[in-house]
Every structure is written in C-alpha cells, then in structure tokens.
C-alpha cells in the first residue's frame, strides 16, 4: 500500500478570490498528476497549463514544472498573467494622485524648493 501525503492546491482566478483545495495523493504524484486529481482544470476552463506564457505553476512561490514529484505539505500555487504591469500602475497612481498629496512632495519645507 503507497503512502499518502498532503498538499494544498491554491488559484486565483481573480483578485480578492481564492480556490484553496487541500488533497490527500500517493506518495511519488506529480504536480500535473496532483491538479487532474484535484478537479480544478476541469472547473477553471481557462487554466491551460500547455501554455506557459498564460499559466505557471509554483510550490511555495518558487517556478516549478508540471512532472515536478511533490512532497508532504507542499503548496501547489497556480499563477496567471499580469493585467497591468506594476511600473504602468504606479505611475497612474501618482499622476492620478497629483504631486503635492504623494510621496516625497507630500511634505515640504517652507522656502523649499519643489521636489526637496
């Protein structure tokens, strides 16, 4: 008889909502194996894990691969593309925000020069 082990499963399809799936599988399973047994490709149609670019796969935030053999209480996170780059929205952030009310122009000395 083969050993079990756990895992959790965790994806985001969006902000503030999170699948987390805890799931008990034989001992030498694989991370592709781990997320057809979990039912999660089958209820997130848009997870496409043969393409790369769309969807990665990690274990404990650090880039993994599908074949990758799981060990106990790994975290199995499944991540999607970026809708925004962060360079791009802090930007218009701080444009939105205007200069006197954001970071280092928020406070300034009287006679100071602007920007000091």
Known sequence: MSQQIEITLVYAPKAREVIERHLRVAQGCTVAQALQLSGLLQNCAEIDLSNEAAFTVGIWSRKTTPNHVLRDQDRIEIYRTLTVDPKVARRERFQSQGT?????????????????
């Open 100 to 116: 006197h009310r954001a970071g280092l122009f928020s406070k300034r000395r009287p006679g100071a020069k602007p920007g000091y």
